[in-house]
């Protein structure tokens, strides 16, 4: 029997190698064989949808350097989470372009540091157009909808316009377009925009999506929904979880059989091989930057046969999983 076809995104690029979401990360996971690439989306004061880990921006950017925005640091707090920092939408598209991306994690990706400064922010349009012009899918992650809804930005009215000027509504780019976020509601909203696309809810390993706390009542956690998976279809056209949901000692009870007997395909994230992501039987020393056992490791996602896995080191993730012949996600 051939083993199940699995797609493999370049999570944030190829952050294995260069500084995540990049316009070499991006690049680089495409040369390696990414059948996907996936951006996450914050916004700016203008409007603007970029490309960043966090709308908080000083561990990816040289923003904390530059004299001329030591005045932007602050501190916010939302949903019981409070942090110090510099934060994008405190900054104009115009402003944030003249910053330089770096290395969000330099003890563990020090090879990555090398390239500290090389290139700047990019707009969701950007990487948008990179994707269609390279023929790869993506998959397009909204960060934090109900903060920047809280602040009167649009975030999926923003992604939403994004998609259609760059062309991802038209039907042989569509097929290659997934919008995912743990919020459920974020989601909704897109698809409210009119946008076709695969929809899926990311599921963490604890905790509960912000949305739900922020309705109030009795609000389900990740784990919870996940023990009632078949209630996510209609909604979401797959789930994607926390590796360890499946293949590590936080693992949740068996859902996989359950959600694609529901018809939601599955994903998981992230395959990483350094010594810091892994388990410690599959460690090679106490270096936390050298790779270790990391076959081992993604062994059990290799089994799972999952619809996609998202990699920092799309090559290696080539190497272990069977990627499909075509480039589209299914």
Not at 79 to 84: K, L, P, T
Not at 107 to 116: K, L, N, V
Not at 129 to 148: D, T
Not at 285 to 307: I, K, N, Y
């Amino acid at each position: 029997m051939a083993a199940p076809e699995t797609l493999i995104i370049g999570h944030r690029g190829a952050p294995g190698y260069r500084p995540e979401h990049t316009r070499g990360s991006y690049e680089l996971a495409i040369a390696l064989g990414a059948g996907a690439i996936e951006p996450d989306v914050v916004a700016t004061r203008d409007g603007v949808a970029i490309v960043r880990h966090e709308n908080e921006i000083s561990s990816t950017t040289d923003v904390a350097d530059r004299p001329e925005f030591a005045d932007r640091r602050t501190r916010k707090a939302f949903a019981g989470v409070e942090i110090d920092g510099w934060f994008a939408e405190d900054f104009t598209w115009d402003e944030l372009r003249g910053l330089r991306c770096r290395e969000r994690i330099p003890e563990i990706r020090p090879d990555s540091a090398a390239y500290d400064g090389r290139w700047p922010i990019l707009s969701l349009r950007e990487v948008l157009a990179l994707a269609r012009e390279a023929g790869v899918g993506i998959v397009v992650e909204l960060k934090h909808e109900p903060y920047f809804r809280s602040i009167g930005i649009d975030l999926p009215g923003l992604v939403a316009a994004d998609l259609v000027a760059e062309g991802w509504q038209d039907e042989a780019r569509r097929r290659g377009l997934v919008v995912e976020s743990f919020e459920q509601s974020a989601l909704d909203r897109v698809r409210e925009e009119g946008i076709r696309a695969a929809f899926v809810y990311l599921v963490e390993r604890t905790g509960t999506a912000v949305d739900l706390l922020l309705a109030g009542g009795e609000a389900p956690s990740y784990r919870e929904q996940l023990a009632r998976v078949e209630g996510l279809a209609g909604r979401a056209d797959g789930i994607s979880v926390h590796a360890s949901l499946i293949a590590g000692p936080r693992r949740a009870d068996p859902f996989l059989e359950r959600a694609r007997g529901a018809g939601l395909a599955v994903y998981a994230w992230t395959a990483r091989p350094e010594n810091a992501f892994l388990r410690r039987r599959n460690r090679s020393s106490a270096d936390p930057a050298a790779r270790g056992d990391w076959r081992a490791e993604w062994a059990p996602l290799v089994a799972a046969g999952l619809d996609g896995i998202f990699a920092d080191h799309p090559d290696l993730a080539r190497d272990a999983f069977t990627p499909p012949k075509s480039t589209f996600l299914r």
